[in-house]
């Protein structure tokens, strides 16, 4: 059984069909799995529903995400993050535990959700023929292309679930906005001039940096309004914000005080903000793009697609009747996008094609994508993986290789899982295996930005001349020192409970190497054969310092900057590694590693011996 359910915002489909399926038995021999593009809605729907149920959350319902597992044996319901559901998927490709599958907010299309499609399709084609227990599969969304969906799932029926409690309103601006952060400033001071304080507002903006900018102006702002005016407070949200302030935007505002969410896109889908009556969209979104000749995949700014703003329209009116103001004219809407583009046809495909091999899928050129990435993307992925050393190409065939099975088996980026398998070598593991851990959750640094001087004048002595990584790494240090103690943590601006979930990583990710017989060692003698580990696992993220006191990157001399919250901002060694590139105003890198090139040549040296003739043809 396959079944496309497009149904309004709103309208019940995640946080009901899994109970109908649940209370009509239809889960008796297997769990019910319902995957999300993002974590914070696999939690918050999981704990919703376990409300509804009436259950304690971990019981009958339960969540998986990345690094957190709240369910038990009991477990019926698993919200589940897409990822997580495919790294199951390696385990067991024929996802026996589940009765059901539920693929939804399918419009994401997320490089996981991408593959899943193939994965569920080929788990429910092949659990028939070996008449084993069926798999049901439905995939929902209310912004879906249903054509395209329904063709990809062989002509799999369309269910649509009519109408929705509450109307939304949509409003256009009568004029282009150019600036869509003082739109977005005047509406919420509008909206907070007119309406009763119990109506809150979400806006979406595009970034961290945008939101905590925008926050402070909004308080600043509403402290000098006139007497009789509503107080206000605003809440940011969005990904490596601490999960526990995440949390704070699902509680109850204050009586008399309206509550206003400064919100990316994480915002944009699954969730139920209580109170949002008014959603402000800018229209804005930023997200991957990637360009395989240049291998550069770059976090940047670009407007939404018509779906995105379904979507974020239909974070108002759930409660209760909303309105939606889209800073933006009709004309303008009309020339968005219908559709985001596909994830897989935006991002370095590395990770996922290393879990494709994983799951015995030969070629990925040949796998049963609903879009398929493009061929110069699949070249340029392989080509990395070549260089990581976790496949090899013979005869066109390509084969993962005894590194590259252990490197899948980390729930990490290739490149991270390489740098904690080569770790023993270079006499750094516990080192490796912390700075991983700290990359790998949200941010340990608390910023607050009415303290920002003095966040940074005590942390100043963590500060290593090497770079953002050797600091972390004396941050994690001196916490453990101190036992993680509470407050040390609040004297040095440090968030404790991300603190304690590098811990939590840490610790699963030396299970897996224990599983994998990885040994580990640490001599502890100095810093620059952790530096040496991290150049022979990051060397693909490399830039240069030029003549002219700017860099570029090693691959493809694409001219990038040192990002302002680096420690290295006012510093300006030769050769840095990078892990993000982000486009705003220009290209920046961020958390950064001071190396010498000659690691970076030992690394690769066929690859950095082809750059270089390059540059000098
Ligand atoms: N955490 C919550 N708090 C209060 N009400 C909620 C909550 N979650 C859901 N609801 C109510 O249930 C309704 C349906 O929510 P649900 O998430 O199931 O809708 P949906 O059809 O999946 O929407 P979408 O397509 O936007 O994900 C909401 O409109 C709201 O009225």
Avoid at 179 to 187: E, G, M, P, R, T
Avoid at 210 to 236: D, N, W, Y
Avoid at 529 to 542: D, E, G, K, M, S
Wanted: hydrophobic content about 40%; aromatic content about 8%.
């Amino acid at each position: 059984m396959m079944f496309l359910i497009q149904g309004e915002t709103g309208s019940g489909k995640t946080t009901q069909i899994p109970q109908y399926l649940y209370e009509a038995s239809i889960g008796r021999q297997g769990i019910i799995g319902i995957t999300q593009p993002r974590r914070v809605a696999a939690i918050s729907l999981a704990a919703r529903v376990s409300e509804e149920k009436k259950t304690e959350l971990g019981t009958l319902i339960g969540y998986t995400v990345r690094f957190e597992d709240l369910t038990s044996d009991k477990s019926k319901i698993k919200f589940l993050t897409d990822g997580m559901l495919l790294r199951e998927a390696i385990g067991d490709p024929l996802l026996r535990r589940y009765s059901v599958v539920i693929l939804d907010e399918a419009h994401e299309r997320t490089v996981h959700t991408d593959v899943l499609f193939g994965i569920v399709k080929a788990a429910q084609k092949k659990r028939k023929e070996l008449s084993k227990m069926p798999l049901k599969v439905l995939v929902m969304s209310a912004t879906m292309d249903v054509d395209l969906f329904s063709q990809y799932f062989d002509r799999a029926p369309v269910l649509y679930l009519e109408g929705r409690q509450h109307s939304i309103q949509v409003f256009y601006t009568k004029e282009s906005q150019s600036d869509y952060l003082h739109a977005s400033l005047v509406s919420i001071f509008q909206i907070h001039q007119e309406a009763p304080p119990s109506h809150s507002i979400l806006v979406f903006l595009t970034g961290q940096e945008e939101i905590e900018a925008m926050s402070r102006t909004c308080r600043e702002i509403a402290k000098h309004l006139p007497q009789g005016c509503a107080q206000m407070s605003v809440f940011p949200l969005y990904a490596s914000l601490p999960h526990l302030q995440q949390l704070r935007v699902f509680q109850l505002g204050q009586k008399g005080c309206r509550k206003v969410i400064l919100s990316t896109n994480i915002a944009e889908t699954s969730i139920t903000i209580p109170g949002i009556k008014y959603v402000v969209d800018t229209g804005m979104v930023k997200a991957k793009r990637y360009t395989p000749e240049s291998g550069l995949e770059v976090l940047a700014v670009q407007k939404v697609s018509k779906a995105q703003a379904w979507q974020r329209a239909g974070r108002a009116g759930r409660q209760q009747a909303g309105i939606c103001y889209r800073l933006y004219t009709e004309e303008e809407f009309e020339k968005f996008l219908n559709m985001t583009v596909p994830e897989i046809q935006r991002c370095n495909l590395a990770s996922v094609m290393l879990q494709l091999l994983a799951l015995r899928i030969p070629n990925i050129l040949t796998f049963d994508f609903m879009s398929k990435p493009s061929p110069d993307a699949v070249r340029a992925a392989i080509e990395q993986l070549e260089l990581l050393g976790a496949i090899e190409c013979k005869d066109s065939q390509i084969i993962l290789t005894q590194l590259g099975k252990k490197m899948a088996a980390f729930p990490l980026e290739p490149r991270f899982s390489k740098a904690v398998l080569l770790s023993p070598e270079f006499q750094c593991s516990e080192e490796i295996l912390t700075i991983v851990s700290l990359l790998s959750v949200d941010s340990v640094l608390y910023n607050p930005h009415t303290k920002r001087e003095e966040a940074h004048s005590v942390r100043k002595r963590f500060i290593s001349s090497e770079g953002d990584h050797m600091t972390l790494l004396n941050i994690y240090q001196a916490f453990k020192n101190v036992g993680g103690h509470k407050e040390w943590c609040r004297e040095n601006f440090v968030n404790g409970r991300n603190m304690a979930m590098v811990t939590e990583v840490r610790c699963q990710l030396r299970d897996i190497c224990a599983k994998f017989g990885v040994r580990l060692e640490s001599s502890r003698s100095n810093t620059s054969n952790i530096r040496q580990c991290l150049a022979h696992a990051l060397f693909l993220n490399a830039a240069e310092l030029q003549l002219d006191g700017t860099y570029a990157t090693l691959d493809t001399r694409q001219p990038v900057a040192i990002h302002p919250s680096s420690v290295l901002f006012n510093c300006k060694p030769s050769y840095i590694l990078y892990n993000e590139l982000l486009h705003t105003s220009k290209c920046y890198i961020r958390d950064l590693c001071v190396v010498d090139p000659e690691w970076l040549y030992e690394a690769a040296p066929e690859y950095f011996g082809r750059k270089l003739k390059g540059v000098n043809s």
